[in-house]
């Protein structure tokens, strides 16, 4: 914004704040105020310009300084400022308002989460620099400095060791960080901070955590189960995830249904290794009804899973007590007259049973 853009109009003050990429041209005007002689302080702030000062910017070299000890710096010359405190509180929230109308702002923020070991993760930070000119992007993990990019340098790329993080440069620009193979020391809290061209050398900033995840080499276990049950008899059975960070949820389910919340054992979770992989043990304890078997059967199983990167299960089938021989032999008695076709059918099912449960 240009000091055109400002007219004193003497009862007020009018700001017309210039088109911008993406919003259009609009003003509005500073009054009278009974409790903050608003019009005062402008008229202040405009007269305290360096007359040396050759620069069109209204709000050149203000924001950024520190209003409670001067008002202006211009080439390394401080010019006291004669107001209260409050006053230049003020002043300021008006520049601040003004320039933050105008000035560059992030438009958006990209940091992947989470992400599995050993992967590349992309970072993106897209912004709309507006009137202003780029002068640096710098990319921060959990406050320590890891990429900068200034458009000037030769060449514009720098990156800074930091452990847990490898920046793949080449493919690496203003917008665009990539982290190359990605390690359980990467996660943490990524910071951009985009900056314009001096004189007023306006900051943007905003952060996202990325969580990366190892996941395991192998699916969920079952064991402590029978290959047959009756009603009546207590199936007492454990669930084991493989080595994971961080651990693997676990849910039981019964015949395709969750399991009863009253059915599950405590999880446990167990910690191993320098990496502090987790291997959780959640485990299932009922009583069995009639309604745990489907066709003679009742299914066991346990999915684990990790955020939305990993999903495994492991299924085992249960036999329910089968009839013994005489007792089917006995029922065939009561089938269709003999010589049917339905006869024949039903007899030959009838004996496959039998042998199955012979075998």
Not at 241 to 267: H, T, V
Not at 300 to 308: D, Q, Y
């Amino acid at each position: 914004m240009k000091r055109s853009d400002v007219r004193d109009m003497g009862e007020h003050i009018l700001v017309n704040i210039p088109a911008s990429k993406n919003d259009k041209p609009r003003s509005f005007m500073v009054i009278e105020d009974n409790e903050m002689d608003a019009l005062r302080l402008i008229r202040t702030y405009i007269s305290r310009r360096p007359l040396h000062e050759t620069n069109d910017r209204f709000f050149y070299a203000y924001v950024g300084v520190d209003v409670l000890d001067n008002l202006w710096v211009s080439n390394n010359e401080l010019v006291p400022c004669e107001i209260s405190y409050n006053e230049r509180f003020a002043l300021s929230a008006f520049a601040y308002f003004v320039c933050g109308a105008l000035s560059l702002h992030l438009v958006e923020l990209r940091i992947p989460s989470p992400v599995v070991r050993n992967q590349n993760a992309r970072l993106e930070c897209h912004f709309d620099l507006d009137d202003e000119t780029l002068y640096s992007v710098k990319w921060y993990k959990d406050g320590n400095e890891f990429y900068r990019y200034v458009p000037r340098d030769m060449p514009p790329a720098q990156v800074f060791p930091l452990p847990g993080v490898t920046v793949d440069i080449h493919n690496s620009s203003e917008n665009v960080v990539v982290l190359s193979s990605v390690q359980l020391s990467t996660s943490g809290v990524y910071r951009c901070e985009v900056s314009g061209e001096a004189p007023s050398f306006q900051t943007v900033t905003e952060h996202g955590e990325m969580m990366v995840v190892a996941l395991p080499e192998e699916g969920p276990r079952i064991s402590g189960g029978r290959p047959r049950y009756q009603v009546g008899d207590t199936v007492r059975v454990n669930c084991t995830s493989g080595r994971s960070k961080p651990a693997a949820n676990l849910k039981w389910m019964i015949n395709g249904e969750p399991a009863d919340p009253k059915f599950l054992k405590p999880q446990k979770k167990i910690i191993t290794g320098r990496e502090g992989l987790e291997t959780t043990i959640l485990g299932l304890e009922f009583v069995v009804r009639h309604k745990h078997f489907k066709r003679g059967d009742m299914k066991l199983k346990c999915v684990a899973s990790i955020e939305s990167v990993y999903s495994r299960s492991n299924e085992e089938s249960v036999e329910g007590e089968r009839p013994q021989r005489a007792s089917v032999l006995e029922s065939r008695g009561t089938v269709a007259p003999a010589g049917s076709r339905a006869d024949r059918v039903q007899g030959i099912a009838t004996t496959d049973r039998v042998e199955a449960n012979l075998k």
